[in-house]
Each structure stands twice: as C-alpha cells, then as structure tokens.
C-alpha cells in the first residue's frame, strides 16, 4: 500500500523555522518526483516547492524563494521542506504528494499531476 505521511507541523512565532518531512512507503521512493502544496483557509491549494526523482532539480515559489528549501534523502525515502524566515501567511495545511516518474528530470507544479496525498500537517504562524 503507498503511503505518503507529512510531519513536522506546529506553531511558531514570525521568524521562526519549521522543517517539514515527507515520509513514503510501498513504492519505489528513487523514481518518483514529490511536490509540496498548502492550503490556507478559504484559498485555493497552492504549490509551495517541487523536486525531481534525484534531487537535481527543484523548484521554489516565488513566495517562499530566499526562505524555503526543498531536500531528498532517497535513502531515508523521506523530503524535507526547510521553512526559515516565517510569516503569517504562510500559515496553511501543507500537503505531500508523490508522482511516479521513473529518472525524469522534470519536477512537477500541478496538483491534478500528482498520484497520491498525504493527509497534511498544520502549520501556523503567530505574529
């Protein structure tokens, strides 16, 4: 069965930092491109950070360049979304979702593009 679990959630003050970890089981973690979205009351999801099946490509939002950072450690099948400099609206529910891509380059921006979802982890910022 695949499974994707987000962990690392929490309160934190503005500044602060919170490192977010995606941890998948049941498939073949090297080959699959993951991506991490969040969702803040009454907003659409968004894309926060995307990485490809070997970590050598990645992508940031705009909002979040210079203050996140997106890692994989395949051996741990486990990505880490590294959140420093935090603000109040990036309060949300932050989602893990993994898409299978075989050793494809790309990193993927889209929800609709991804194959399953993590149940999501809160994060709130205090100012």
């Known amino acids: 069965e695949v499974q994707v679990v987000e962990s690392g959630g929490g309160l934190v003050q503005t500044g602060g930092s919170l490192r977010l970890s995606c941890a998948a089981s049941?498939?073949?973690?090297?080959?699959?491109?993951i991506g991490w979205f969040r969702q803040a009351p009454g907003k659409e999801r968004e894309v926060v950070a995307a990485?490809?099946?070997?970590?050598?490509?990645?992508y940031l939002a705009d909002s979040v360049k210079g203050r996140f950072t997106i890692s994989r450690d395949n051996a741990k099948n486990t990505v880490y979304l590294q959140m420093n400099s935090l603000k109040p609206e990036d309060t949300a529910v932050y989602f893990c979702a993994s898409k299978a891509s075989g050793a494809d380059s790309r990193f993927y921006t889209s929800a609709y593009e991804y194959d399953y979802w993590g149940q999501g982890t809160q994060v709130t910022v205090s100012s």
């Open positions: 990485i490809n099946w070997n970590g050598g490509r990645a």
């Open positions: 049941g498939f073949t973690f090297d080959y699959w491109a």
